[in-house]
């Protein structure tokens, strides 16, 4: 047992690192900076798709969140005595 456990995370990370760039460097035939802007490229189309995902979902939470109110608008949630009443 590892007596930090976030330790023993940040060194499987480091493990998982280390046997990404192995994979790149080989893949690039021993040129480390062809390995590391390919390494880069790769993250950075994989943080672009994140991000539309997000949005999607973003999008999606704040449709539904609309549908909610509208659907409850008389319900016992409804606020009585304001302007519009």
């Known amino acids: 047992m590892h007596p930090d456990p976030d330790a023993a995370h940040a060194e499987i990370r480091l493990r998982e690192a280390e046997?990404?760039?192995?994979?790149?460097?080989?893949?690039?035939?021993?040129?480390?900076w062809t390995a590391l802007v390919a390494a880069i490229?790769?993250?950075?189309?994989?943080?672009?798709?994140?991000?539309?995902?997000?949005?999607?979902?973003?999008?999606l939470v704040s449709l539904g969140y609309a549908r909610g109110r509208t659907e409850t608008s008389g319900g016992p949630g409804r606020r009585h005595g304001g302007p519009g009443d």
């Open 19 to 32: 046997m990404i760039a192995v994979a790149y460097r080989r893949a690039a035939r021993g040129d480390a």
């Open 41 to 59: 490229a790769d993250a950075l189309v994989d943080l672009e798709a994140l991000e539309r995902r997000l949005a999607r979902q973003g999008g």
